[in-house]
């Protein structure tokens, strides 16, 4: 239950930092502010979206990371199964012992298989 509840939280930060880091510009974008494109009319001013987003990815980044280990850590930790459905898938999933093959030392050869009918070892296409 818990693994479930941080993997749904890691995915969330990972689209959030995927959606912040489109939201931001390059650093060639910068060339344009000069020329009076109407940057300073933004909602957080000439340069605070700037910071603002970078400091909220750098927040997402570090919950990612957070995130990723927690997972981590879960993942190692193994419990028994609680339900007789989860043994049994267990068990079925666990491999059959084989018996040994016979070997040549016990004098035992294993019966050659029939070739099947109209063809013959020798013949080659």
Same mark, same amino acid.
């Given at each position: 239950?818990? @693994?479930?509840? !941080?993997? /749904?939280?890691?995915?969330? !930060?990972? $689209?959030? $930092?995927?959606?912040? !880091?489109?939201? @931001?510009?390059?650093?060639?974008?910068?060339? /344009?502010?000069?020329?009076?494109?109407?940057? &300073?009319? #933004?909602?957080? /001013?000439?340069?605070?979206?700037?910071?603002?987003?970078?400091?909220?990815? /750098?927040?997402?980044?570090?919950?990612?990371? $957070? #995130? &990723?280990?927690?997972?981590?850590?879960?993942? #190692? @930790?193994? #419990?028994?199964?609680?339900?007789?459905?989860?043994? &049994?898938?267990?068990?079925?999933?666990?491999? @059959?012992?084989?018996?040994?093959?016979?070997?040549?030392?016990?004098?035992?050869?294993?019966?050659?298989?029939?070739?099947?009918?109209?063809?013959?070892?020798?013949? &080659?296409?």
């Amino acid at each position: 239950m818990l @693994q479930s509840i !941080v993997l /749904g939280a890691h995915v969330f !930060v990972a $689209i959030a $930092i995927v959606s912040l !880091v489109l939201l @931001q510009r390059g650093k060639g974008a910068e060339a /344009g502010t000069g020329f009076g494109s109407g940057a &300073s009319g #933004t909602v957080f /001013g000439a340069r605070g979206s700037a910071n603002f987003l970078s400091r909220a990815t /750098g927040v997402l980044a570090t919950l990612f990371f $957070i #995130t &990723s280990l927690a997972l981590a850590y879960l993942a #190692t @930790q193994r #419990t028994a199964p609680d339900s007789l459905l989860e043994r &049994s898938r267990i068990e079925q999933s666990e491999p @059959q012992a084989v018996p040994p093959l016979p070997s040549i030392e016990d004098g035992e050869l294993p019966e050659r298989p029939a070739a099947p009918e109209g063809s013959s070892a020798g013949e &080659s296409n």
